[in-house]
C-alpha cells in the first residue's frame, strides 16, 4: 500500500475502504508538499457550484471544464491554490508565476497576470482550502492502512472524473490488490 518513504510531491493518497472519516472517504489526494513537518495535498474530483469566472475574472479561460472551484479539503477552506499542467519544459523566468510541484504539474501564483500563461499551460483548477497533515499523522494514518500511496499522473488534476470514478480509475491503474479494489462496492457490506 506504500510507506511514508513514497509520499513526495505529484503522488496521490487514496483512500482506502477502512477510512471512514467522511472528510476523505474515498478521496483521491494530490500531494503538493511532504517534509519533516507534515504533508499538504488537494482532494481531486470534488467540483463545487462556485465560477471560477465570478470570484477569479481571468482565470476561468485557462480552466478545463467545468469551470468551477474544486474543494481542497477542510484546511483553510477560504484560500484559493491554483494547479496547472505546462505544456513546455524550457526554464521558466523567476516571475513566471508558476512554481513547479512534479513533472509537468505547477502552483500557479494567481496574483499574476493569466494573460501570460496563454499557451504555456495546457489547463489549470482552482481549488478552494486543502488537506494537512502534521508530523507523524500521516505516518500513522498510513500504518493504520486508512490510504494507499500511489504515483499520480499529471492527468489526474485535470481529468472531468469525480468521486468514486476518480477513485476506480486510480484503483484501476494499479496492481495487486489496489486494482482489485477498483471492482468493489461502494459500500463494503454490501459485498
Same mark, same amino acid.
Given at each position: ?29 494530490? @500531494? ?9 495535498? @488537494? ?24 469551470? @468551477? ?17 505546462? +505544456?513546455? $519544459? ?8 508558476? +512554481?513547479?510541484?512534479?513533472?509537468? @504539474? ?5 496574483? $499574476? ?61 494499479? $496492481? ?5 479494489? $477498483? ?9
Amino acid at each position: 500500500m506504500g510507506s511514508l518513504d513514497d509520499v513526495r510531491p505529484g503522488s496521490l493518497l487514496v483512500a482506502l475502504p477502512g477510512l471512514v472519516d467522511p472528510t476523505f472517504a474515498g478521496a483521491v489526494v494530490y @500531494v503538493l508538499d511532504h517534509s519533516g513537518t507534515g504533508t499538504i495535498g @488537494v482532494v481531486l474530483g470534488r467540483p463545487s457550484e462556485v465560477r471560477i469566472g465570478d470570484v477569479l475574472p481571468g482565470w476561468s479561460e485557462l480552466a478545463v471544464a467545468p469551470e @468551477v472551484f474544486h474543494i481542497g479539503g477542510p484546511v483553510e477552506a477560504d484560500t484559493a491554490l491554483c494547479l496547472a499542467t505546462r +505544456r513546455g $519544459s524550457a526554464p521558466l523566468p523567476e516571475d513566471s508565476g508558476l +512554481r513547479q510541484v512534479a513533472g509537468a @504539474v505547477h502552483l500557479v501564483d494567481l496574483d $499574476s497576470d493569466p494573460d501570460e500563461l496563454i499557451g504555456e499551460i495546457g489547463g489549470l483548477r482552482v481549488f478552494a482550502g486543502y488537506a494537512g497533515w502534521s508530523h507523524g499523522q500521516l505516518a500513522d494514518e498510513l500504518a493504520e492502512g486508512a490510504w494507499a500511496c500511489v504515483t499520480g499522473l499529471p492527468g489526474d488534476l485535470l481529468t472531468g472524473a469525480a468521486g468514486p470514478e476518480l477513485w476506480r480509475s486510480v484503483l484501476r491503474r494499479q $496492481s495487486g490488490r489496489l486494482g482489485v479494489l $477498483s471492482t468493489a462496492p461502494a459500500d463494503p457490506s454490501a459485498n
